[in-house]
């Protein structure tokens, strides 16, 4: 069974940066895609980013140029830099893997950006 694992989240001021990590158990080269999605609260769930197999991203418009989603194949990690955090970037962020037959969620992490 695939297990998704997040961590780096925290606390951060404004202007600040994170990197969140996505550790997956055994190859992520398996996965069609993988991604990072997010929720606040009283919103739906929302994509940021996503790391299509073939070596195409896609960010959501509000994380453009401020956010890089990357994977690491030797350590079956996917990360997403996030800088120049705002207020609005206030979330739990789900790590999310897509295979043939199937789509994993990893439990989420909190990330809260301070004014």
């Known amino acids: 069974q695939v297990q998704l694992v997040e961590s780096g989240g925290g606390l951060v001021q404004a202007g600040g940066s994170l990197r969140l990590s996505c550790d997956a158990s055994g190859s992520i080269f398996r996965f069609n895609a993988m991604g990072w999605y997010r929720q606040a609260p009283g919103k739906q769930r929302e994509l940021v980013a996503v790391?299509?197999?073939?070596?195409?991203?896609n960010y959501a418009d509000s994380v453009k140029g401020r956010f890089t989603i990357s994977r690491d194949g030797a350590k079956n990690t996917v990360y997403l830099q996030m800088n120049s955090l705002k207020p609005e970037d206030t979330a739990v962020y789900y790590c999310n893997a897509i295979s043939v037959s199937y789509e994993y969620w990893g439990q989420g992490t909190q990330v809260t950006v301070s004014s």
């Open positions: 790391d299509i197999s073939g070596g195409s991203t």
